[in-house]
């Protein structure tokens, strides 16, 4: 059969890698000679298709003399005469340039639908794009380097400003999820830009999407560090301390010079004193339940957080707080005002440290008339979400430089927590274990050091050692969370805590139900809510984890790299590999149980090759923590990769021995 020219037509790729494709078969016509390639590209970019002679001999072959570069353009050429496409492709004595109608591209595609608002089709072409334009042509030359340089950046900045037009115009609740995924496919053209990550972060807030909305800003955050070394500017900061409910707005305090003494008095938990809302203006009998409600609600739910010691003022003047909070390590005051606005009611809210006056987190919310009910739960929740990792924050920034006294139980246990979260080594967090258990000897009563000591033995002193005998160590763990339930048999970290216990014992019906008496008791703490979806994950319960975990976000507006990387577990053991590779990248945690989970997932994506790398840091890093009397083998390293992740569904634990062996590591004894 006969094809004329004109029923001849081919796809140009020009986002990712180099691609010429015919339209009629689908068949993959790419130059193998890279500068064919090249020169194909450029045609393609050129505002009319065309290029000269002397310009392609300049672009592609100018460290070579003039003959030479003109005699390996006729032989470039003379390879394109034989191509499948030749008949479009017009090389004239002077010019080349490619046959008006003859290519379509995959940049010309995605303009055409941004203009005429097709984002289905926008957002499919895109979901096949590559991240860099015309990449892997690197390096062909020095003038083609930085032709393509100023060509990355042009269309770059083209494609985002049309794509982002696009959906800004089609704003209908509809489209919603449709334009968060193109914003999603963009962000990854241009991580660095801060257009295309606040839109995405408005919608993903709208959609109720804190999951998204937090990895959409990490992905910025990176994307800026990484090409620009650069930081977010202050107004994307502002938009999510504004999309996320919650923001520090405290300086930190300037590093004391000389260490300073811890007091000798004995010190209380951190407090926070709960005033009485304020109603300004005529609310109606409505907002002033609303102004009741919302302070009788927030004292409940703070209230199960023993961490804090919650304190409810009918007069809160400064003097009666600090009286009352005189003994506190650290003590904070929450007031709030409900104003009428319109239909509804505008809350305003603050937080201050009582001793100096300072802000530490604020927030403004809105209520509509018609949503009174549901949006009071919703308000609660959020509230009481955020307060505790601002305090935890603010106590950290207390407690740097000081060295507690020996007869003072809370200093110690606050001393050994952030010796522990700053630990570099097994004696570090050792050293915090010690200090931890001192405080118990001086308050039997104090439940959080158990807890902490607790997690420490539960986890090998976080995962530091192996090769060892593990039994002793979850012997003690099981003891001290069973001495803090009969101490506070109500407080959700007791229960949780218990509950892992119970999970790396492998009775997962007791773990079940510890981990749903925790949730019931402490349902807006957004740290333990992660912490029981993650126990889930090991249960098996991979659905219902993914929802804990991703309240976990929605009410924690300052998200720990865990977060990220328990995600990215749930996302591997459930087959979602290239989800969980983008939560590993965005955590950046190097916690050695990730990394195992990490690799098995590379391992499934692409096999042994693409995990290598990964699977080389693991080694290495399992061989220092090795107490074995013989050197560490593989079989060694997976039988202590499921210890340190007792996996309990069989689903997922053969999943991920089957991802590590994929991954290069040999599973069983030779």
């Not at 009998?285 to 927030?298: E, N």
């Not at 749903?516 to 349902?523: F, G, N, Q, Y």
């Not at 995990?611 to 220092?624: G, K, M, N, T």
Request: net charge negative; with cysteine.
């Amino acid at each position: 059969m006969v094809i004329r020219v004109g029923e001849l037509r081919f796809r140009l790729r020009l986002l990712g890698d180099f691609r010429l494709i015919d339209e009629a078969d689908g068949r993959d016509h790419s130059p193998r000679s890279r500068k064919a390639c090249a020169l194909l590209a450029h045609l393609a970019l050129e505002p009319d298709r065309r290029a000269s002679r002397d310009r392609l001999v300049g672009l592609l072959w100018s460290d070579r003399g003039e003959v030479q570069a003109r005699a390996s353009l006729r032989q470039a050429l003379t390879d394109l005469r034989t191509h499948p496409a030749a008949p479009l492709i017009q090389i004239e004595r002077r010019d080349l340039r490619l046959a008006e109608g003859g290519f379509s591209s995959d940049l010309g595609e995605i303009l055409a639908c941004a203009a005429a608002n097709d984002l289905a089709e926008l957002a499919r072409i895109l979901d096949g794009a590559g991240s860099a334009i015309l990449d892997g042509l690197e390096g062909l030359d020095r003038s083609f380097d930085d032709w393509l340089m100023i060509e990355r950046q042009r269309w770059r900045e083209r494609i985002v400003q049309d794509v982002l037009h696009a959906v800004e115009r089609n704003g209908s609740d509809d489209l919603l999820d449709l334009r968060r995924t193109i914003l999603t496919q963009l962000q990854r053209l241009d991580t660095g830009d801060e257009r295309i990550a606040r839109l995405g972060m408005a919608l993903d807030q709208k959609a109720g999407d804190h999951v998204a909305l937090h990895r959409r800003y990490r992905q910025l955050e990176t994307g800026l560090q990484r090409d620009l070394d650069a930081r977010v500017s202050p107004d994307t900061e502002r938009l999510l301390r504004e999309l996320t409910t919650v923001g520090s707005v405290i300086a930190a305090a300037p590093r004391a010079t000389a260490i300073a003494a811890m007091p000798q008095a004995d010190v209380e938990p951190p407090i926070l004193v709960i005033a009485p809302f304020t109603l300004i203006g005529d609310g109606g009998p409505d907002g002033a339940l609303l102004t009741s409600i919302c302070h009788d609600d927030l004292q409940t739910a703070l209230g199960g957080m023993r961490d804090l010691r919650i304190l409810s003022v009918d007069a809160p003047s400064t003097e009666r707080m600090k009286a009352a909070a005189s003994g506190s390590l650290a003590s904070y005051a929450l007031d709030g005002s409900v104003r009428a606005d319109g239909d509804g009611w505008r809350i305003n809210l603050r937080m201050t440290r009582i001793d100096s006056g300072f802000l530490v987190w604020t927030r403004q919310l809105t209520v509509r008339q018609g949503e009174l009910l549901a949006a009071i739960d919703d308000l609660v929740a959020r509230i009481a979400g955020a307060i505790l990792p601002v305090v935890e924050r603010d106590v950290g920034k207390l407690m740097e430089g000081r060295v507690p006294s020996g007869s003072d139980a809370y200093p110690l246990y606050f001393t050994a927590r952030a010796k522990i979260l700053a630990a570099a080594s097994l004696v570090d967090v050792q050293e915090g274990a010690d200090l931890l258990e001192r405080a118990i000897l001086l308050e039997p009563r104090l439940t959080n050091a158990y807890l902490q000591l607790a997690r420490l033995y539960n986890t090998d002193f976080m995962q530091l050692m192996a090769g060892h005998d593990a039994a002793p160590l979850r012997a003690r763990a099981f003891d001290l969370c069973t001495r803090a339930v009969a101490l506070e048999p109500t407080h959700g970290g007791v229960q949780s805590r218990l509950a892992w216990c119970y999970l790396r014992r492998g009775d997962m019906k007791q773990a079940m139900q510890g981990f749903m008496t925790a949730l019931d008791l402490t349902p807006f703490h957004a740290d333990g809510i992660n912490e029981i979806g993650f126990g889930l994950v090991h249960l098996g319960e991979l659905k219902e984890a993914q929802r804990l975990i991703a309240r976990a976000f929605e009410l924690n507006p300052f998200p720990s790299d865990e977060y990220f990387s328990d995600l990215a577990v749930l996302y591997a053991l459930s087959g979602e590999h290239e989800a969980a590779e983008t939560q590993f990248e965005i955590g950046r945690n190097r916690s050695i149980h990730y990394l195992a989970v990490r690799g098995a997932n590379l391992g499934m994506l692409g096999g042994a090759k693409r995990a290598a790398p990964v699977i080389d840091e693991l080694r290495q890093r399992f061989a220092s923590l090795w107490q074995g009397d013989a050197p560490a083998r593989d079989v060694d390293l997976v039988d202590t990769m499921i210890q340190f992740l007792p996996l309990q569904g069989p689903a997922e634990r053969d999943l991920f021995l089957t991802g590590l062996e994929q991954a290069g590591l040999r599973i069983t004894p030779r």
